[in-house]
Every structure is written in structure tokens, then in C-alpha cells.
């Protein structure tokens, strides 16, 4: 806008006017600049803090604790199925069978027998074994040697204490890994623990920072209304010089009441009201309403469209559908005229009016 100025005259209206703005609107950048600077200071920074570091640690640690919940949960039911096994071989009698076992105990399959055999126990000759086990065979396919006490062992038939003792071994491993897995969950839960309860004073800090965001947007935006406001006035003021003995102003509505609707409006040209006061600033215009007079010529009647309060003393409170007299000062804002209704006379904006011709 400021090359743009240059290049058209800055001392042309339309090149002045693109200086005011250019300005306003370097004012506005920097206002944001700094909004942005603050709410990384006073916000971001703490809380990229706080997620890049307490809160993987956090995260961390809890994943841990549920590794450490899980290997306990393993323990408790390896050791149950300890104890159940171990009760179940105690009420099933004196011995626990092979699995392989379907024949009478002190005999074995010939063929496997030779397999098993150690080699201190050797099968007695054919003669002497048939002269002391005459009905120790039979037909028609098999012969059936007696077993020692050293293969039935071999076999897997252990007696009822032997097995005991396995299974309490086993009973006894179980309860040892689930007393440490207990012991592991118990320290990580603390430290998990002492951890979450660091929380509480980082909510804290955490508030502080959020409090202060709002309050550096709340100046942002603060800035930014005041310098649009700035330009507004200056642009408003200089268009009496720019547009000189006319007025021109829209009479088309702002979004009106949920509970109305805006009828059509046309736009109207109003004549400016010679005063003398043509050349003082909208502000004593605004303070020297009572002393101006309404022309003969120049006014116009307005239709109110919507009920509007009036902000302060310069300004003339409406009522819906009621109609008014209207007219315009030099100098003054486009978006308001000086009303009139009885002996009661204030400023009005223009959006609040139809114009009637």
C-alpha cells in the first residue's frame, strides 16, 4: 500500500488514504507479533515443556506398571494350576501310572524291554526264566519279560512320594516367582504413584499460564479494535475534504433481531446541513447538537427498523417503526446522522433506518 501511495502521489486523496492504512495496518502486524512472542512465552513453551518431559516419563512408567500387572496376573495362575495338579495327583492313589500303561505292572513288551534295559539288569536264560515263570508268557505274537524295580522307575511309574515331592517343587517355584512379581508390581506402583501426584502442582502452574494466554489475547485484540477505531476516525474525518456538500450512507441493515426481518431499502443521497460548525471535529459537533438547528431543506424522514439504546448522551434512543426526522453535519461519521423526534435530538446510526422518500 505505502509503494502503491508513493507511486499515485501521497498528496492525492486516495494516495493519503492508502497511508493511513498501510499504517494501521503495520500497527496491527506488530500487535500481532507480539501476541504471538507473549503465548509462546507464557503458554506454548511451559506446556511443549511439560508434554516433552514429566509427561513421557509419566506415560512411561504406567506402561511399565501394566507389564508388571501382567506378569503377576501369569504368577497367581501358574501357581493355582500348581496347587491343582498337586491335589489331584495326592487323591488319585498309591502310584501314578505311564501313560502308556495298559498291561499288568510287572510286565513290558519284549521289543521294548531290550530298549530299556540298563546294563546291569540282563534278562536270566531261556531255560532258568521258564523253570521259574512257567505261565509267564503267552500267545500269540509277544513274550512278556518281569520288569525290575529299575525299569519300572525307567518306565515313569513313580511312587506317590516321589511324585509329591515333583509337584511341591513345583508349588514351591510358583510361590517364589509370584512373591517376586508382587514385589515388582508393589515398587512400580509407588513410583507410578509419587509420579501422578506431581501432577497437581503442574495443573497449577499449567492454570497460571492458561490465565495469562487469555489475558495477552484479550490485549491483542484490545490493540487491534483501537487501532481500527484510529483509522476509522481519521478516514472518517477527512472524508468532508474528499466529498465535499455530500453525503452518502447505505441504508441497508446490520443482521438484524432473530425475531425480524429486514425489508427492502434503498440507498439515498443526503444534502450536508450548512452550519458553522462545518469545521469543528466530530466531538464538539457530538457536544454542540443542541445548538444546531434542523434547515428547512436537507431533512428527511426515516423509518426506525429495530429498537436501539441509546450509548450515551449524544445519542437519541428509537423505538420500531416509529418515524423520525433526519439529517446530516459535515464531518460527521457516514455511519450516523442527527435524528430528531419532538423537542428530543441525538446522533442515530444509519443502519437502523429506513429512508423514506
Same mark, same amino acid.
Given at each position: ?10 498528496? *492525492? ?25 507473549? !503465548? ?11 508434554? =516433552? ?39 488319585? &492313589?498309591?502310584?501314578? @501310572? ?35 515263570? @512257567? +505261565? &509267564?508268557?503267552?500267545? $500269540?505274537?509277544?513274550?512278556?519279560? @518281569?520288569? *525290575? ?27 517364589? =516367582? ?70 452518502? +450512507? ?12 429486514? $425489508? *427492502? ?17 466530530? =466531538? ?26 441509546? !450509548? ?29 423526534? +419532538? ?10 433506518? =429506513?429512508?423514506?422518500?
Amino acid at each position: 500500500m505505502a509503494e502503491a501511495a508513493s507511486e499515485l502521489g501521497p498528496s *492525492t486523496p486516495y494516495g493519503k488514504t492508502l497511508i493511513k492504512v498501510s499504517e494501521a495496518e503495520k500497527r496491527l502486524g506488530a500487535a500481532e507479533r507480539d501476541f504471538i512472542h507473549t !503465548a509462546s512465552l507464557s503458554f506454548l513453551t511451559p506446556l511443549r515443556n511439560f508434554l =516433552e518431559g514429566d509427561w513421557k516419563t509419566i506415560s512411561k512408567e504406567r506402561r511399565l506398571l501394566q507389564n508388571r500387572r501382567l506378569d503377576l496376573d501369569a504368577c497367581k495362575a501358574r501357581l493355582k494350576k500348581a496347587k491343582a495338579a498337586e491335589a489331584k495327583a495326592t487323591c488319585e &492313589g498309591d502310584t501314578v @501310572p505311564d501313560f502308556q500303561e495298559t498291561r499288568p505292572r510287572n510286565y513290558i513288551l519284549s521289543a521294548s524291554a531290550s530298549a530299556t534295559l540298563d546294563d546291569t539288569s540282563r534278562s536270566p536264560p531261556w531255560a532258568e526264566w521258564k523253570e521259574k515263570h @512257567p +505261565g &509267564g508268557w503267552r500267545l $500269540p505274537c509277544f513274550f512278556l519279560l @518281569p520288569l *525290575t524295580p529299575s525299569v519300572t522307575l525307567a518306565r515313569g511309574c513313580l511312587p506317590l512320594p516321589e511324585d509329591r515331592k515333583l509337584w511341591n517343587d513345583e508349588v514351591d517355584k510358583a510361590e517364589q =516367582e509370584l512373591r517376586v512379581a508382587q514385589t515388582e508390581f508393589d515398587r512400580q506402583a509407588e513410583v507410578t504413584r509419587l509420579l501422578l501426584e506431581g501432577i497437581s502442582s503442574t495443573h497449577v502452574n499449567h492454570l497460571r499460564c492458561l490465565h495469562e494466554f487469555v489475558k495477552s489475547q484479550t490485549t491483542y485484540y484490545a490493540q487491534c479494535y483501537r487501532h481500527m477505531l484510529d483509522l476509522q476516525k481519521q478516514l472518517g474525518s477527512s472524508q468532508g475534504a474528499i466529498f465535499p456538500g455530500t453525503f452518502v +450512507g447505505t441504508t441497508e441493515p446490520a443482521s438484524p433481531p432473530l425475531s425480524s426481518t429486514s $425489508p *427492502t431499502t434503498t440507498a439515498a443521497t443526503m444534502p450536508v446541513v450548512p452550519t458553522g460548525a462545518a469545521l469543528a471535529p466530530p =466531538e464538539e459537533a457530538a457536544l454542540c447538537l443542541e445548538e444546531v438547528a434542523p434547515p428547512a431543506s436537507g431533512t428527511r424522514k426515516a423509518r426506525v427498523l429495530y429498537d436501539y439504546e441509546a !450509548a450515551d448522551s449524544s445519542e437519541l434512543a428509537l423505538l420500531a417503526d416509529e418515524l423520525i426526522t433526519v439529517y446530516s453535519l459535515p464531518g460527521m461519521d457516514p455511519d450516523w446522522l442527527i435524528g430528531e423526534r +419532538g423537542n428530543k435530538k441525538g446522533k442515530v446510526p444509519v443502519t437502523y433506518l =429506513e429512508l423514506l422518500s
